[in-house]
């Protein structure tokens, strides 16, 4: 497929041939069906500002128990499979739409098995809006590009961790990813798809974007209710009404003229993750797995606002990196 087409096809692997101030990763989260465990796997591959430090990886994330384990891998047993479905190796570890299989270890630490997984729930892909940026994916250049890959999805199989077997029978599982240089100076992030109607997502994303010769604050956010997707960004007209953040949590509403969601995260224990900076797997990411999200979903007509959804997310995957308050406030 070629360097346009990969536009819309956001699985894809979108970095070509370059092979320096660049990075790409794919965020697996699975839940099993007690909803007592989760853990994310995050595949990549990273390049250095200079090119000289590179490197793929395999990070996994456990709900419980020690720190997150990194694997790390010769940039040359990464590969990928260009074209309409997705498929990426690392090492012996396979990841596609079907499912993953893994075979982790560094003398330390050890994470083997599968998972498969259902039919993905995609973010639409447009011809004008290919995927969860909008026409911003058309943009060149932008310090993170973002997609939204199945925002619900069954699980089966499971997965052996330093000698811990988790079972994701009947589980639920997300899947999404970044790419480009660096994550944002400052985000928050929230995402579950465990409430009390199956089939029920929220994706959440705000953070600070370089802008030419500044910067904005912009928003993503995806409500999936009853098989239809309630979008919300800045490319969709929508403004971010409420912010406030606290420790390991926040308040965020965002509203367009026709809707408004009010959505409320609160973390538990935050795990440090390895995150790029100029493609550089060395800056830090503070995210909580087993949080929860309370979400309003409101109708604007008239000056009236109508509650159609609210209810609480678990399970939640959580982000609240805002520690220079770069986010701005506005009272909720």
């Known amino acids: 497929m070629s360097n346009i087409g990969r536009i819309w096809n956001p699985a894809e692997?979108?970095?070509?041939?370059?092979?320096?101030?660049?990075?790409?990763?794919?965020?697996?989260?699975?839940?099993?069906?007690?909803?007592?465990?989760t853990v994310s796997v995050i595949p990549g591959?990273?390049?250095?500002?200079?090119?000289?430090?590179?490197?793929?990886?395999?990070?996994?994330?456990?709900?419980?128990?020690?720190?997150?384990?990194?694997?790390?891998?010769?940039?040359?047993?990464?590969?990928?499979?260009?074209?309409?479905?997705?498929?990426?190796?690392?090492?012996?570890?396979?990841?596609?739409?079907?499912?993953?299989?893994?075979?982790l270890r560094d003398g330390v630490h050890e994470v083997s098995g599968s998972v498969r997984f259902g039919s993905w729930s995609p973010w639409p892909v447009e011809a004008l809006s290919p995927g969860a940026m909008g026409w911003y994916r058309f943009v060149?250049?932008?310090?993170?590009?973002?997609?939204?890959?199945?925002?619900?999805?069954?699980?089966?199989?499971?997965?052996?961790?330093?000698?811990?077997?988790?079972?994701?029978?009947?589980?639920?599982?997300?899947?999404?990813?970044?790419?480009?240089?660096?994550?944002?100076?400052?985000?928050?992030?929230?995402?579950?798809?465990?409430?009390?109607?199956?089939?029920?997502s929220l994706t959440l994303s705000v953070a600070k974007i370089p802008w030419m010769t500044g910067s904005f604050v912009g928003s993503i956010a995806g409500l999936l209710l009853d098989g239809k997707l309630h979008r919300f960004g800045t490319y969709t007209g929508a403004r971010i009404t409420c912010i406030e953040t606290g420790d390991n949590e926040a308040h965020i509403t965002v509203s367009d003229k026709r809707?408004?969601?009010?959505?409320?995260?609160?973390?538990?224990?935050?795990?440090?993750?390895?995150?790029p900076v100029l493609g550089s797997m060395e800056g830090r990411d503070a995210e909580s797995l087993g949080g929860t999200v309370d979400v309003t979903l409101r109708t604007l007509h008239d000056g009236r606002a109508d509650v159609v959804f609210e209810d609480t997310g678990r399970q939640a995957g959580i982000e609240v990196m805002n520690a220079k308050d770069e986010l701005g406030r506005i009272a909720c």
Not at 25 to 36: S, T
Not at 87 to 96: L, Q
Not at 147 to 171: E, K, N, Q, T, Y
Not at 265 to 275: E, M, S
Request: hydrophobic fraction near 35%.
């Open 13 to 37: 692997y979108q970095g070509g041939a370059v092979t320096k101030r660049y990075f790409e990763g794919w965020y697996f989260k699975q839940v099993d069906a007690a909803e007592r465990r």
């Open 45 to 103: 591959i990273s390049y250095s500002a200079d090119g000289g430090a590179r490197h793929a990886f395999v990070q996994v994330v456990p709900s419980a128990g020690e720190e997150p384990h990194y694997f790390a891998f010769p940039p040359e047993e990464f590969s990928s499979v260009p074209g309409k479905h997705f498929a990426i190796r690392i090492g012996p570890n396979t990841f596609s739409s079907s499912g993953m299989t893994l075979d």
């Open 140 to 200: 060149p250049g932008m310090e993170t590009y973002h997609g939204v890959l199945s925002m619900d999805h069954a699980l089966s199989g499971s997965l052996l961790v330093d000698g811990d077997r988790i079972d994701f029978a009947r589980g639920r599982g997300y899947v999404e990813k970044d790419w480009g240089r660096s994550f944002p100076s400052s985000w928050i992030w929230a995402q579950s798809n465990h409430f009390e109607e199956r089939g029920t």
């Open 259 to 275: 809707e408004e969601l009010e959505v409320h995260v609160q973390g538990c224990r935050a795990l440090t993750l390895k995150a």
